[in-house]
């Protein structure tokens, strides 16, 4: 009994400790998506490196980007997204619902780098994507959206 219980409990505690030694593998490749969440890392680490055409291929023909600065057709969104240089990202607050063969993305961004040269606002953005899974498996942004949070963080007036 004894040496069950000795070896029992340094076995036990390895394994607990397993599950947090190991940093989370954060998705960088349409091949490793498996979700909302990891469309849309994939999505903007795309963006950072600069993958026009990968991610042209993930945009559907009548795809529409909303920002602040208006609304972008598939072209135009691509153009706008070629003015910048991100050096880093990050997601936050993200939720992911599926319904059927759509995802609806929505999350807090966090950007930093540059866009014409200058640096981009520190402002986080609120987003949303929608993507739809379609022929061949392969999972399609329909329209994107994201403008600067507000101080009063989306409460109605």
Same mark, same amino acid.
């Given at each position: 009994?004894?040496?069950?219980?000795?070896?029992?409990i340094p076995v036990a505690?390895?394994?607990?400790?397993?599950?947090?030694?190991?940093?989370?593998?954060?998705?960088?490749?349409?091949?490793?998506?498996?979700?909302?969440?990891?469309? &849309?890392?994939? @999505?903007?680490?795309?963006?950072?490196?600069? /993958? #026009?055409?990968? %991610?042209?291929?993930?945009?559907?023909?009548?795809?529409?980007?909303?920002?602040? &600065?208006?609304? @972008?057709?598939?072209?135009?969104?691509?153009? /706008? #997204?070629?003015? %910048?240089?991100?050096?880093?990202?990050?997601?936050?607050e993200l939720q992911s619902?599926?319904?059927?063969?759509?995802?609806?993305?929505?999350?807090?961004?966090?950007?930093?780098?540059?866009?014409?040269?200058?640096?981009?606002?520190?402002?986080?953005?609120?987003?949303?994507?929608?993507?739809?899974?379609?022929?061949?498996?392969?999972?399609?942004m329909l329209a994107h959206?994201?403008?600067?949070?507000?101080?009063?963080?989306?409460?109605?007036?």
């Amino acid at each position: 009994m004894r040496i069950a219980t000795s070896t029992l409990i340094p076995v036990a505690l390895a394994l607990l400790l397993g599950c947090t030694v190991w940093n989370e593998r954060k998705p960088t490749a349409w091949t490793d998506v498996t979700g909302g969440e990891s469309l &849309e890392r994939v @999505f903007w680490h795309e963006v950072q490196a600069r /993958h #026009w055409p990968d %991610l042209e291929s993930r945009m559907a023909p009548n795809f529409v980007l909303i920002t602040s &600065e208006g609304t @972008f057709d598939r072209a135009a969104a691509i153009e /706008h #997204w070629k003015q %910048l240089q991100i050096q880093d990202f990050s997601l936050g607050e993200l939720q992911s619902q599926l319904n059927g063969n759509t995802y609806i993305v929505t999350y807090i961004l966090n950007i930093r780098g540059t866009a014409h040269g200058k640096s981009l606002p520190t402002t986080p953005l609120r987003a949303l994507t929608i993507w739809q899974r379609q022929v061949r498996e392969q999972w399609v942004m329909l329209a994107h959206s994201a403008t600067p949070l507000s101080s009063s963080s989306g409460s109605l007036k």
